[in-house]
Structures are given as C-alpha cells and as structure tokens.
C-alpha cells in the first residue's frame, strides 16, 4: 500500500516538474518572438512585413526561415538600409531555393 503511495507522488513530482520546464520554455520562447519581432521592425518597412505576414499564414516554415536569414544578414551587417517591399521581394528570391520543375512524360 505504501509502495503505491510513494509511486502516486513520484508520478505527481514529475508531472508538475515537466509542467513547469513547459511553461519556462513557452515563456522563453515568447521573450525569443517578441525580440525578434522589434528587431524585424527595425529592419523592415510596413509593407515588407506585411507582406512577410502574408508568406507566414500561407507557408509557417519559409517565413520563419525568411525571418532567420534576414536577422542573420542584420547581424553580419550585410542589411544596411531598411528593406522596403521591392528590396524585400528581391531578397526572397535569392533566399529561397531553387524550386525544380516536375516534368511527367509519357512513353
């Protein structure tokens, strides 16, 4: 009866201690979105990013690949001027790579 007891609390232990590494990662990565976001509206011009947010409903992982490489190209000073929407449509396509065109024939 013991042995059962002591089991139930161990389990307790350490349900609530993934509880809380789960909510310590959330928030940091809440903090991570956050300093990104100002640091990309520092970096962008309205349009750009609105239409950054257009890529992220349409397609998550290639704007959050787009969002990296920009803060990356930021950083290594490459991005000196704010990127406007023409800047930025140019970017994303040397950004993004090569899409190879799919060709089915029929013998």
Do not use: C, W
């Amino acid at each position: 009866m013991e042995d059962t007891e002591e089991i139930k609390r161990r389990m307790m232990e350490q349900m609530q201690r993934q509880m809380e590494e789960e909510q310590q990662r959330q928030a940091e990565k809440q903090i991570i979105d956050a300093q990104k976001k100002a640091l990309l509206k520092h970096i962008m011009d309205s349009e750009a990013r609105s239409r950054l947010e257009r890529i992220r409903m349409a397609k998550p992982d290639e704007a959050e690949y787009i969002e990296n490489q920009i803060i990356r190209l930021y950083q290594m000073g490459r991005i000196r001027e704010r990127l406007n929407d023409e800047s930025f449509k140019i970017l994303i396509k040397h950004l993004m790579p090569k899409k190879r065109d799919i060709r089915i024939r029929r013998v």
